[in-house]
């Protein structure tokens, strides 16, 4: 009974390289979210997924960040031409429906470096 | 700015002690949740609390969503090393998935 599983642990990226960071849920688990932890800030929202859709990408910067979760497959959050402020650790976390409720279950995260 | 804020922020303490953490906001949330994280790993949910009012109990933690849902504390009694972590809490409004968090409340607990 796996948890949420993120992959790669380390990520490190030369400014202008394309990170791809990926997801698996937990089983049985159909919704998926995206939050990024820069140091000494607190965890950021970044994205909602569902299989297929997104449902709230409201905390998503404009540019150069985009999230997926197909059909099959994990969840991958790819950013683009990374520069040095990307740095930090990105964290993803699965629920079944009503994760407010009945809390979320969090990867142990990709933790990027731009070098 | 925060629209959580967890106090204190640090917070070192002698194995047997209690503590109390607070998050505060001018916010009302529909529900909000503690988290425990350990360095290099993620957030590992302790609780969710959802009605104004409400304790809930863990082993030596105790936790509390204050009358108007805007507000939480966790108390930990007998503070063992095994404590030591980040404590986050966070909250979710009404119709929304979307958590918001805290900065945290870094505890050490020294044998």
């Known amino acids: 009974n796996a948890g949420v599983m993120q992959n790669p642990r380390h990520l490190v990226r030369r400014r202008g390289q394309e990170a791809r960071l990926r997801c698996s849920p937990m089983?049985?688990?159909?919704?998926v979210y995206w939050y990024r932890q820069l140091p000494e800030e607190g965890l950021k929202f970044m994205v909602y997924l569902q299989k297929e859709n997104i449902i709230d990408e409201s905390g998503m910067p404009k540019e150069r960040f985009s999230a997926e979760f197909p059909k099959e497959g994990p969840s991958i959050l790819r950013i683009q031409q990374v520069v040095r402020g990307d740095s930090a650790a990105y964290f993803c976390a699965s629920s079944p429906l009503g994760g407010a409720i009945n809390g979320y279950t969090f990867g142990s995260g990709t933790r990027l470096t731009v070098v | 700015t925060q629209l959580l804020e967890q106090s204190p922020q640090f917070l070192s303490i002698q194995e047997g002690e209690n503590l109390t953490v607070y998050c505060n906001s001018s916010?009302?949330?529909?529900?909000l949740q503690w988290y425990r994280q350990e360095p290099g790993e993620g957030p590992v949910l302790l609780v969710t609390?959802?009605?104004?009012?409400e304790v809930k109990k863990l082993k030596r933690l105790t936790f509390q969503f204050g009358d108007a849902r805007k507000d939480s504390s966790l108390h930990i009694t007998a503070a063992q090393p095994g404590d030591t972590g980040l404590y986050l809490c966070a909250g979710a409004k009404g119709g929304s998935e979307k958590l918001v968090f805290g900065k945290g409340m870094k505890l050490t607990v020294n044998p």
């Open positions: 089983k049985g688990h159909s919704h």
């Open positions: 916010s009302v949330f529909s529900s």
């Open positions: 609390v959802v009605t104004g009012g």
